[in-house]
Nanobody
Framework: VQLQAYGGGLVQAGGSLRLSCAPS????????LGWYRQAPGKQREMVAA???????NYLDSVKGRFTVSRDNAKNMVYLQMNNLKPEDTAVYYC???????????WGQGTLVTVSS
């Protein structure tokens, strides 16, 4: 299972970025699917994720600014990030745990840097 994440970059505070993730396995059904991030010196944390039941969960600090979405036909997962803040600076990872797997798989990460 491979995941390719891209779309990161350098943006000023208040700007927007859209991250994309292309899992090699179908996302039509899954046990875990979403975006995580890891800032320097900090633990990796969930940013936005789908639950198998169909709901979405967000890190409190990104609610109202970030939106996770997916396109089953294209097998793509997206993270739209608006009103970015310097504290959003991190490497962002896409995670996918197919419904046939008992482990999750991670993409290579894409760096988001927000300047003040």
């Amino acid at each position: 299972v491979q995941l390719q994440a891209y779309g990161g970059g350098l943006v000023q505070a208040g700007g927007s970025l859209r991250l994309s993730c292309a899992p090699s396995e179908s996302i039509f059904s899954f046990n875990a699917l979403g975006w995580y991030r890891q800032a320097p010196g900090k633990q990796r944390e969930m940013v936005a994720a789908f639950s198998p039941a169909g709901s979405t969960n967000y890190l409190d600090s990104v609610k109202g600014r970030f939106t996770v979405s997916r396109d089953n036909a294209k097998n793509m997962v997206y993270l739209q990030m608006n009103n970015l803040k310097p504290e959003d600076t991190a490497v962002y990872y896409c995670k996918h745990r197919p419904n046939w797997s008992n482990r999750g798989y991670w993409g290579q990460g894409t760096l988001v840097t927000v300047s003040s």
